[in-house]
């Protein structure tokens, strides 16, 4: 039975977790949107567009990946919002961030446990670029 103590506490932890993921994500949205009207994000798109064309993914996708993966999901989730993609190509984005995602943090996680930050790192990385390129041909 659900008391009214647990539903207290349930709704001040939900409200604190909101806050915490609008505190990344919101301005990494209105960032995003921003430079989608300056050259900047077309600059971007230009330069990393034949990379990103073996994903099935457009230039500006690089800074979702980017973001989700030297900060974190909630970056590259506000990344994903500014942006206009297409269901297939957040797919793609979602499952290459599944494997490689907050390096940084996970990365010095991995070095406390003492396993070979180099190895990991390549794993991660290119488990990612595996399943980006297999899931761009598949979907």
């Given at each position: 039975m659900i008391t009214l103590d647990t539903l207290k506490r349930g709704a001040l932890n939900g409200t604190a977790t909101f806050f915490d993921l609008a505190k990344i994500i919101v301005p990494v949205h209105i960032i995003i949107t921003f430079m989608k009207h300056t050259v900047?994000?077309?600059?971007?798109?230009?330069?990393?567009?034949?990379?990103?064309?073996?994903?099935?993914?457009?230039?500006?996708?690089?800074?979702?990946?980017?973001?989700?993966?030297?900060?974190?999901?909630?970056?590259?989730?506000?990344?994903?919002a500014s942006l206009s993609l297409t269901p297939k190509q957040i797919t793609i984005i979602s499952i290459m961030l599944s494997f490689c995602h907050s390096l940084i943090i996970e990365t010095s996680v991995?070095?406390?446990?003492?396993?070979?930050?180099?190895?990991?790192?390549?794993?991660?990385?290119?488990?990612?670029?595996?399943?980006?390129?297999?899931?761009?041909?598949?979907?």
């Open positions: 900047l994000l077309d600059l971007i798109a230009e330069t990393f567009s034949p990379f990103m064309q073996i994903f099935g993914l457009p230039g500006e996708a690089t800074l979702v990946l980017v973001l989700g993966n030297l900060i974190n999901l909630y970056a590259g989730i506000g990344a994903i991995c070095k406390k446990i003492e396993i070979s930050l180099t190895l990991i790192v390549i794993i991660r990385i290119g488990l990612a670029i595996l399943a980006g390129i297999i899931f761009n041909l598949i979907l």
